[in-house]
Protein backbone atom coordinates (compact mmCIF):
# COMPACT_ATOMS: atom_id res chain seq x y z
CA UNK A 1 0.00 0.00 0.00
CA UNK A 2 1.12 3.55 -0.70
CA UNK A 3 -0.19 6.53 0.22
CA UNK A 4 -0.05 9.63 -2.19
CA UNK A 5 -0.45 13.36 -1.71
CA UNK A 6 -0.16 15.14 -5.12
CA UNK A 7 0.89 12.10 -6.98
CA UNK A 8 3.81 12.01 -4.61
CA UNK A 9 4.69 8.87 -1.98
CA UNK A 10 4.62 9.77 1.60
CA UNK A 11 3.86 6.27 3.64
CA UNK A 12 3.88 2.79 2.30
CA UNK A 13 3.28 0.03 4.21
CA UNK A 14 2.65 -4.51 3.39
CA UNK A 15 -0.64 -5.37 3.77
CA UNK A 16 -2.80 -7.98 3.39
CA UNK A 17 -5.76 -8.58 1.17
CA UNK A 18 -8.67 -10.99 0.71
CA UNK A 19 -8.08 -14.56 0.11
CA UNK A 20 -9.59 -16.02 -3.20
CA UNK A 21 -13.41 -16.28 -2.71
CA UNK A 22 -13.08 -13.54 -0.34
CA UNK A 23 -11.57 -11.45 -2.65
CA UNK A 24 -10.84 -7.63 -1.79
CA UNK A 25 -12.99 -5.60 -4.38
CA UNK A 26 -11.06 -3.81 -6.66
CA UNK A 27 -11.62 0.12 -8.61
CA UNK A 28 -11.44 3.39 -7.45
CA UNK A 29 -13.28 4.31 -3.96
CA UNK A 30 -13.48 6.80 -0.96
CA UNK A 31 -13.26 6.85 2.71
CA UNK A 32 -16.88 6.78 3.45
CA UNK A 33 -16.38 6.68 7.21
CA UNK A 34 -14.01 6.49 10.01
CA UNK A 35 -14.20 4.92 12.88
CA UNK A 36 -11.80 4.57 16.08
CA UNK A 37 -12.43 0.83 16.75
CA UNK A 38 -15.53 -1.33 15.40
CA UNK A 39 -15.97 -4.98 16.36
CA UNK A 40 -16.13 -7.27 13.31
CA UNK A 41 -17.81 -10.22 13.02
CA UNK A 42 -18.41 -12.93 9.90
CA UNK A 43 -17.55 -15.89 8.03
CA UNK A 44 -14.58 -16.96 6.32
CA UNK A 45 -14.69 -19.08 3.17
CA UNK A 46 -13.26 -21.85 4.63
CA UNK A 47 -16.66 -21.95 7.21
CA UNK A 48 -14.46 -20.35 9.97
CA UNK A 49 -16.62 -17.64 12.35
CA UNK A 50 -14.97 -14.65 13.96
CA UNK A 51 -15.84 -11.87 15.88
CA UNK A 52 -12.87 -9.33 16.79
CA UNK A 53 -13.73 -7.11 18.89
CA UNK A 54 -12.05 -3.34 19.19
CA UNK A 55 -10.38 -3.70 15.48
CA UNK A 56 -8.16 -0.40 15.43
CA UNK A 57 -7.93 2.62 13.10
CA UNK A 58 -11.25 1.30 10.28
CA UNK A 59 -11.47 3.43 7.21
CA UNK A 60 -14.75 2.02 5.31
CA UNK A 61 -14.03 2.55 1.70
CA UNK A 62 -16.84 0.14 0.07
CA UNK A 63 -19.83 -1.39 1.62
CA UNK A 64 -18.58 -3.70 4.37
CA UNK A 65 -14.88 -3.31 3.33
CA UNK A 66 -12.25 -1.18 5.20
CA UNK A 67 -8.43 -0.40 5.40
CA UNK A 68 -8.20 -1.19 9.11
CA UNK A 69 -5.53 -2.30 11.52
CA UNK A 70 -4.64 -6.09 12.30
CA UNK A 71 -3.24 -6.52 15.54
CA UNK A 72 -3.93 -9.83 15.40
CA UNK A 73 -1.64 -10.86 12.01
CA UNK A 74 2.02 -11.50 12.30
CA UNK A 75 3.00 -10.59 8.67
CA UNK A 76 1.83 -8.72 6.28
CA UNK A 77 2.31 -9.00 2.09
CA UNK A 78 -0.08 -11.64 1.03
CA UNK A 79 -3.21 -12.43 0.71
CA UNK A 80 -5.20 -13.74 4.17
CA UNK A 81 -8.08 -11.34 4.89
CA UNK A 82 -11.76 -11.89 4.44
CA UNK A 83 -11.91 -9.02 2.09
CA UNK A 84 -10.48 -6.06 3.97
CA UNK A 85 -7.22 -4.60 3.78
CA UNK A 86 -5.68 -5.10 6.86
CA UNK A 87 -1.94 -3.58 8.27
CA UNK A 88 0.20 -2.97 10.83
CA UNK A 89 -1.95 -1.04 13.85
CA UNK A 90 0.58 1.67 13.41
CA UNK A 91 0.37 1.98 9.52
CA UNK A 92 -3.34 1.98 10.08
CA UNK A 93 -3.02 4.73 12.88
CA UNK A 94 -0.97 6.98 10.09
CA UNK A 95 -3.40 6.53 7.82
CA UNK A 96 -6.32 6.94 9.74
CA UNK A 97 -5.13 10.58 10.50
CA UNK A 98 -3.72 11.08 7.80
CA UNK A 99 -6.79 10.42 5.51
CA UNK A 100 -9.36 12.46 5.74
CA UNK A 101 -13.09 11.04 4.76
CA UNK A 102 -13.40 11.48 1.05
CA UNK A 103 -10.12 10.30 0.68
CA UNK A 104 -9.65 8.48 -2.80
CA UNK A 105 -8.88 4.95 -2.34
CA UNK A 106 -7.57 2.45 -5.53
CA UNK A 107 -7.48 -0.88 -4.72
CA UNK A 108 -5.79 -2.81 -7.66
CA UNK A 109 -3.43 -6.21 -8.21
Partial sequence: M?????????????VATGVRGADTPTGDFLV????????????TVT????????????????????LHGAPWRPTFGFAQS??????????AKFLYDWAPRGTPVRVHY
Avoid at 59 to 66: G, I, K, N, R, T
Wanted: aromatic residues 10%.
Fill in 2 to 14: TALDNGLPVFGSL
Fill in 32 to 43: RAKLPKMDMRGT
Fill in 47 to 66: GYHYDIPDVPWVMLFDEDYA
Fill in 82 to 91: NGCVTMPVAA
